[in-house]
């Protein structure tokens, strides 16, 4: 039986619609947005359901969410930071801004704070070297750009998130002795 499918019948005929029967591998990335859109993460068995629907292997599918920063395999935080270092974001600031975004959350690159609230990705290319340090910020069904930033932009954006998510922040101690 197929989860996705049973799951989400309406939605994956009306993203299958938008293409010709022919050409139906087309809508692996939609289908991997909506399998993720709950969870933000496609398990092994979203990956499965999804190369059914359309006809092609796991293997494809999941080269595709291997490929992708949009796609997650692993559990995160409700919001995924991901911080952009390739050579020209670097050449900007980009590593210090990731290790300062990292030491103001109390967690390492790949990690989530204690509150589930947060996880730090590093990533490369975000399209937006000229405006560097920038990170692509995904959660609550959106993503955001935040471009040209300083620890000091990024904590304000921090402390707004956890104020509209009800959440307050560690200390580090507390993290500690939890």
């Known amino acids: 039986m197929n989860q996705l499918l049973n799951r989400y019948s309406e939605e994956v005929h009306q993203?299958?619609?938008k293409y010709p029967p022919d050409r139906?591998?087309?809508?692996?990335m939609p289908l991997l947005y909506l399998a993720q859109r709950s969870t933000g993460r496609v398990s092994d068995q979203d990956?499965?359901?999804?190369?059914?629907?359309?006809?092609?292997?796991?293997?494809?599918v999941a080269s595709i969410v291997g490929f992708y920063t949009l796609f997650h395999e692993e559990p995160?935080?409700?919001?995924?930071?991901q911080v952009c270092t390739d050579l020209p974001c670097a050449l900007r600031g980009a590593d210090?801004?990731?290790q300062e975004v990292c030491s103001e959350l109390g967690?390492?690159?790949?990690?989530t704070t204690p509150d589930g609230l947060f996880t730090v990705e590093e990533v490369k290319c975000l399209a937006a070297c000229h405006r560097a340090?920038?990170?692509?910020?995904?959660?609550?069904?959106?993503?955001?750009?935040?471009e040209h930033q300083t620890v000091e932009t990024a904590r304000?954006?921090?402390?707004?998130l956890r104020s509209k998510s009800g959440v307050q922040p560690q200390t580090n101690q507390e993290a500690g002795d939890a």
């Open 15 to 17: 993203i299958l619609a």
């Open 24 to 28: 139906k591998r087309s809508a692996v």
């Open 47 to 60: 990956m499965a359901d999804i190369a059914e629907i359309i006809e092609i292997s796991v293997t494809d």
């Open 76 to 81: 995160g935080g409700r919001y995924r930071i």
């Open 96 to 98: 210090q801004f990731l």
């Open 107 to 111: 967690i390492g690159v790949n990690q």
């Open 133 to 146: 340090p920038v990170f692509q910020l995904q959660g609550d069904g959106e993503i955001t750009y935040h």
């Open 156 to 160: 304000a954006l921090f402390a707004e």
